[in-house]
């Protein structure tokens, strides 16, 4: 199939600067940063660059969208869109390539693991919080006794110098991360569904990532319980960025937090039912066990109020935002600018995703 894009509708803000870039690479370009796009304007667009639930509301006909060939996202998520009405036929689904925004993450995600992994072995959340609640400076007392446990087996500042990284999933978001731990002196070992070595698929910014698949020492299977207990076993700190599928759904047991080696920490940045959370709880509160989680993604999700991970002195939480930065929808622009790109050279477009596995 020969992809040729002339009209694009775009239903998110840009800058000017990069909606001039945008739409120097368009015949037209219709702007409707509110999302409201007049219905004539339906049928005539080539590609859409929108927001993560899609097409706007009123398109449920194939009909209504004739020439539209791809749907460029600026989510890595797209089950919004290939659960909607429009997306409910395999006309629909043969016509209309849906693509994310997988990669431009890279610019925000890994610094929030690497951040916050430091956050905990420098216990910053405690300090923090005694110096924001009493407004006086902590004694280094204090905040060992406020730490807990972590603070009874770890009293000083904890180094990343010599740590195994485990990452459970070796995408865009865990390959950045592997670089950057890397500048740490960090041991980086990796688990996929095959534990094989593979190159970097679909869009990279420049720069970032690990496109060869090389910085990970050796690779681990999760479709094998002998090769991922041992994966599990060999980590100081497990970063988990893995999408929610029926293969990782509860994946990682409390038996597998228990199994981390003493003074383990645990990252979530993926989706929040790869883990329950009364299984990371125990897992904190267990001799031996869990020294700290970083979760911005939960189980359920949003965390209920009063739910104790807010509180727990081992525990950094936040309400899904590592995937944010400034300017986002410029990002996810140039993952439509490459998509053009490869059209003007018979290419396909990038980052398509599967409607059978979604994500």
Same mark, same amino acid.
């Given at each position: 199939? +020969? ?5 694009? !509708? ?5 800058? *000017? ?32 660059? +929108? ?19 791809? !749907? @460029?996202?600026?989510? /890595? ?10 997306? =409910?036929?395999? %006309? ?6 849906? &693509? ?14 690497? &951040?916050?992994? !430091? ?5 910053? @959340? ?16 204090? #905040? ?10 770890? *009293?000083?500042?904890? &180094? ?13 978001? /865990? ?24 190159? %970097? ?12 698949? =090389? ?27 893995? *999408? =929610? ?17 003493? $003074? ?7 989706? $929040? ?19 700290? !989680?970083?979760?911005? #993604? ?62």
């Amino acid at each position: 199939m +020969t992809f040729q894009y002339e009209n694009l !509708v775009i239903t998110v803000p840009l800058t *000017p600067s990069k909606l001039d870039q945008v739409k120097s690479s368009f015949h037209n370009v219709s702007y409707h940063p509110d999302g409201d796009v007049p219905e004539e304007e339906w049928a005539t667009a080539d590609i859409w660059y +929108t927001g993560w639930l899609g097409l706007p509301k009123g398109i449920t006909k194939l009909e209504q969208v004739p020439r539209t060939k791809t !749907v @460029q996202l600026s989510s /890595a998520g797209a089950n919004e869109l290939l659960r909607s009405e429009i997306m =409910s036929t395999s %006309e629909a689904k043969n016509q209309i390539k849906v &693509c994310s925004a997988s990669g431009i993450h890279t610019l925000s995600i890994p610094q929030y693991i690497v &951040c916050n992994i !430091v956050n905990l072995y420098m216990k910053l @959340q405690i300090q923090l919080q005694l110096a924001r609640t009493n407004a006086e400076w902590p004694s280094r007392e204090s #905040v060992i006794k406020a730490a807990g446990a972590g603070g009874e087996s770890h *009293p000083g500042n904890r &180094c990343l110098y010599g740590k195994t990284v485990g990452l459970l999933g070796y995408g865009h978001i /865990a390959r950045e991360t592997a670089r950057l731990l890397k500048a740490f002196n960090c041991k980086i070992i990796a688990a996929n569904s095959k534990g094989d070595k593979r190159p %970097e698929e679909g869009y990279r910014i420049p720069g970032t990532g690990d496109a060869d698949g =090389s910085i990970p020492e050796r690779y681990y299977s999760t479709s094998d319980p002998s090769s991922f207990n041992e994966f599990l076993l060999k980590c100081d700190i497990v970063v988990a960025s893995l *999408p =929610s599928t029926p293969q990782t759904t509860y994946m990682v047991t409390e038996d597998h937090l228990r199994s981390l080696p003493d $003074g383990a920490v645990f990252v979530n940045v993926g989706r $929040g039912d790869l883990v329950r959370s009364e299984h990371i709880l125990s897992a904190l509160d267990a001799p031996g066990g869990l020294w700290g !989680v970083v979760l911005d #993604v939960t189980d359920p999700e949003p965390l209920p109020s009063g739910h104790p991970l807010f509180t727990h002195p081992s525990a950094i939480v936040t309400p899904h935002t590592s995937g944010s930065f400034e300017n986002y929808f410029d990002g996810g622009a140039d993952v439509l600018l490459f998509q053009v790109e490869r059209a003007q050279k018979g290419l396909g477009p990038i980052n398509v995703v599967d409607p059978a596995k979604g994500y």
